[in-house]
């Protein structure tokens, strides 16, 4: 930081700065740069300041640089969805803005940055004044009317709770209130001494701990930036009977608002709530100095949002019966007027020329930093030509795993002039009056996958699911048999009153089974589309198709114990410790490990360097990172020299782990392939040759690998993915080939027996526990069955780009469902799936769903295959059918845009799960 200072233009600038010089231009600067200077601003002068990006994507990794410069940075959003779109109720947007506006009317705490994306730069807003008059202070020693307090709290949304666990809860308990407001992490929890404020701490939410954190005040916010008064409505009414797009004076709207004091979409009206009209961020912003980043941008879009806002509003006009919304020039304002009337701003220019009339220019010689694409061998060369030019080079890491990782893949770089720190800037630059440049760890491997850092991470928790019957379904007792599950009946004997479990067996007998039997009772389970035949009372056809499956088991058993007692005693392959390309492969991973995953990978890799086989399972959640920890697995035994068998349960999982492996293995010489029902019987028979003659390094397969056919000229590691989907013969086919071949075996859910072996110590087990970093919650809306809703949820997510699942659990009525979707939404192509459906049909619906072949996918549960489909980001669920389905199905659709979230299409903050009543 000291040598970026040093420099003449940036001493320049900031002398600028110190003497008010605005408005003020700044050209040449590139990269983090801008975000440097920010910093140094805030931190020379003490004061706050606001940042007025394009886009939110600028947002978040102007908030990632400052972040790294220890400067506080605070994003005001964007609603989070496109024009003329109704936001979620729930949606934590809310809070977020509400908490900004608070700030900034209050003009509380100096030295912050105040980051605000072109689009909530230009909506209107509730006065200052107003936002000011919504605060309650609270302080210690301060006297509080818990009963007023009470009453104010429930009018601003809270809702009164035993214990605070989510966004918009209080609990009042004798003498302490709780309350966790929208936007924060983490609760307030307020001690009275009758009537007087005692203390005041903070705490965590989910377990109630305060870890001893004090606070002399706190400031309670309502949970929107609006509240729907009597007085809000009726200037609402005054506006809407003067404006021309509300025909009816927006009678609906007005009905619903002062029924419930709050509606859909209730944030579009937010302007029209005040008789003396709306204010901007100018009336926020007059006194604090504003950055623009990238002016010409910042102008440019004012036509294209226009239009925008233009397009949607006519649609919206056209689109559902009854609706109406303002018009574009109500909830859009114009960039130039509002920059006029900041008269602190800064611009940061792109183009050379132009600029406003009378402003104070100023040009610093900073340029883009260096790209390198993975060459690492053109950027050691290219690195010890600078440093010996007398360059000073930093090279910024994500993360201390990756600053360890460069520094070992430059340990033959000259050390003077050049340094690696974890310091995860967005992008690098370089000043050429001093000889300094920064280079991004995106910018040596290529591009990179980053969780936008101001998104709040959102901690997981494993949900516990239980099996409910149905009248119908298939059932299993342990002394009768399979028979059917009737219901649950109340039948009174001997003078007592007890529920049974009616179950039904061949030749209509019934056997009423006592409610405290009903561990005897298990669902059926067994193929899919196949339903068994039911057993007769009292005959022998039960016990003895118990006695062959208890032979059979003994038999599977005896081999079971033989195979791992070989590979317990055999000697395997010590493969050797990690190179330096092992490093590079690592350091090129497109997103952030979690500690979790360190921990797993050093556990492999310590087994595979040991010479005992190695038999391992790695449990965790969807999108916990198993398949990463495999790869990486893979790559350390192609670079000891070994093959490596990855066998998956479905030939679409197999087609997405090809093209997986295909584009983390592009920059090195491994060979990978496949072998499924998708790969012509010429090909197949190239790629077994080229398996015996040693050509291919890593196949992928379905169960086709374990057939007699395939022959491995050198392998050396077996990766089972999803474990649970293969019968035990399927497993251990290929390890009774080789026995001292190593094994890896990832699964979200293991069977008994693979848990009970790992629980023994007969296999070594690795837990995957903690969530990725900024994983986002999912949305949860529960509702009766409304058509018009499912449709407008539907067009919505079609209309960012995605797809949606909706999960109807009845075979039967699948079809009429589909029909059902079909006439609310024609102009979306619709599919159907279930596992009654021949295979190849189905397999070749799920391959065009994931290639983006059709909008609306109705299937059963079939979909909880473990198949990553990113685009998927919205999930109707029809019915009472949740058979542990939102714990895995919901938190894999959508994992990719999710914890990625790179294009400007990602209107749903979320994965949206819909829960429909009929």
């Known amino acids: 930081m000291k040598g970026i200072l040093s420099s003449k233009a940036v001493s320049e600038c900031m002398s600028l700065f110190r003497g008010g010089n605005y408005p003020l231009e700044i050209r040449g600067t590139e990269g983090s740069f801008r975000a440097i200077l920010l910093g140094a601003f805030v931190q020379d002068t003490g004061s706050s300041c606001a940042a007025v990006v394009p886009t939110e994507q600028d947002a978040n990794e102007l908030v990632l640089d400052l972040g790294t410069l220890g400067v506080e940075a605070r994003v005001f959003p964007w609603w989070g969805t496109m024009p003329y779109r109704e936001l979620a109720p729930v949606s934590g947007v809310f809070g977020d803005r509400i908490g900004v ?15 605000i994306p072109q689009r909530a730069f230009l909506g209107p807003l509730p006065p200052p004044a107003y936002i000011r008059d919504l605060l309650v202070p609270l302080k210690v020693g301060d006297q509080v009317d818990t009963g007023v307090l009470m009453e104010r709290l429930v009018s601003y949304g809270y809702t009164r709770v035993p214990r605070v666990q989510v966004h918009g809860e209080f609990a009042f308990r004798g003498e302490v209130l709780d309350i966790l407001m929208g936007g924060d992490d983490r609760a307030y929890r307020v001690l009275l001494d009758f009537d007087r404020v005692e203390g005041i701490r903070r705490f965590d939410p989910l377990d109630q701990s305060s870890g001893g954190e004090r606070s002399e005040s706190l400031v309670i916010r309502p949970l929107r930036e609006l509240i729907w008064t009597d007085e809000r409505i009726n200037a609402l009414a005054d ?115 132009g600029g406003e009339e009378g402003a104070r220019a100023l040009e610093i010689p900073c340029g883009p930093s260096r790209s390198f694409f993975g060459n690492i061998i053109y950027l050691k060369e290219e690195f010890t030509a600078l440093l010996k030019d007398g360059w000073q080079i930093l090279v910024a890491a994500e993360s201390e795993i990756q600053a360890e990782r460069l520094e070992s893949l430059m340990r033959d770089v000259s050390q003077a002039g050049l340094g690696v720190a974890a310091a995860p800037f967005s992008s690098g630059f370089c000043l050429e009056d001093v ?15 980053r969780a936008p850092q101001s998104i709040k991470t959102a901690r997981s928790v494993s949900i516990d699911s239980f099996v409910d019957l149905n009248p119908g379904d298939y059932v299993v007792h342990l002394n009768y048999g399979i028979g059917l599950f009737k219901g649950i009946e109340r039948i009174k004997t001997l003078g007592y009153e007890r529920d049974y479990i009616q179950l039904e067996y061949l030749g209509d007998e019934t056997v009423f089974v006592p409610i405290e039997q009903v561990n005897l009772v298990q669902r059926y389970i067994g193929n899919e589309g196949h339903p068994p035949r039911l057993d007769k009372l009292g005959s022998k056809s039960w016990e003895s198709r118990r006695n062959r499956v208890k032979k059979s088991v003994e038999d599977i058993a005896e081999r079971l114990v033989a195979l791992y007692s070989k590979r317990k005693a055999a000697v395997g392959f010590a493969f050797p410790r990690d190179s330096e390309w092992q490093t590079m492969f690592e350091a090129a991973f497109p997103f952030d490990e979690t500690e979790d995953q360190l921990r797993c990978v050093e556990e492999i890799k310590r087994d595979m360097e040991s010479p005992h086989p190695m038999d391992r399972l790695v449990c965790g959640d969807v999108g916990y990172g198993k398949t990463e920890v495999a790869v990486r697995a893979c790559f350390k035994a192609v670079m000891g020299g070994k093959q490596v068998a990855f066998l998956a349960p479905t030939t679409i999982l197999v087609e997405q782990h090809y093209e997986n492996f295909q584009e983390r293995f592009s920059r090195f010489p491994v060979n990978v392939a496949m072998l499924s029902r998708f790969v012509d019987r010429r090909r197949t028979k190239e790629t077994l040759e080229k398996l015996r003659q ?102 919505r997510e079609v209309e960012r780009g995605g797809q949606i699942f909706f999960l109807h659990n009845r075979v039967e009525s699948l079809n009429e469902t589909r029909v059902k979707i079909e006439r609310l939404v024609p102009e979306m192509l619709v599919e159907t799936a279930h596992g009654q459906m021949d295979a190849r049909d189905l397999e070749d619906v799920m391959h065009r769903f994931i290639h983006g072949g059709f909008h609306v996918l109705v299937s059963t549960t079939i979909i909880e295959n473990g198949i990553d489909i990113p685009n998927v980001n919205t999930i109707i669920i029809a019915g009472r059918i949740c058979t542990g389905f939102p714990s895995s199905t919901s938190s894999g659709a959508g994992w990719a845009a999710r914890t990625g979230w790179p294009t400007p299409t990602s209107f749903t903050p979320g994965t949206r799960c819909w829960t429909n009543w009929p």
Request: proline share 5%; charged share 30%.
């Open 694 to 795: 040693g050509q291919v390094d890593i196949l992928v397969g379905t169960h086709r690998i374990i057939q007699k056919d395939v022959s491995f000229r050198n392998l050396g590691l077996l990766v089972v993915d999803e474990e649970q989907r293969f019968g035990v013969k399927d497993k251990e086919r290929l390890k009774e080939f080789k026995t001292n071949v190593d094994c890896l075996t990832l699964s979200a859910t293991p069977i008994p027996r693979t848990l009970h072996m790992s629980l023994l110590k007969i296999r070594d087990m690795s837990l995957l526990a903690t969530p990725p970093m900024n994983r986002r919650p999912i949305e949860t809306l529960i509702e009766e069955w409304n058509e018009d809703r499912i449709a407008a949820a539907i067009r």
């Open 435 to 449: 000889r300094f440049m920064l280079v991004q760890e995106n910018e040596i491997f290529g591009r990179r996958k």
């Open 101 to 115: 506006l608070c700030d900034l009317a209050a003009a509380a705490g100096p030295g912050k940055v105040y980051v």
């Open 239 to 353: 506006t809407l009977g003067a404006l021309e797009e509300f025909s009816d004076g927006g009678r609906n709207i007005l009905e619903t608002l002062m029924e419930r004091r709050s509606c859909a979409g209730e944030e579009m009206f937010y302007p029209l709530a005040f008789r003396e009209g709306p204010a901007d961020m100018a009336d926020y912003l007059s006194r604090a100095p504003v950055f623009f980043l990238d002016r010409e941008r910042l102008e440019n879009a004012q036509e294209l949002l226009e239009r925008e806002y233009e397009n949607l509003f006519r649609a919206s006009r056209h689109g559902q019966a009854g609706s109406a919304y303002p018009a574009p020039s109500r909830l859009l304002g114009n960039f130039m007027n509002l920059v006029s009337r900041l008269p602190r701003r800064v611009s940061f220019m792109s183009l050379k020329g």
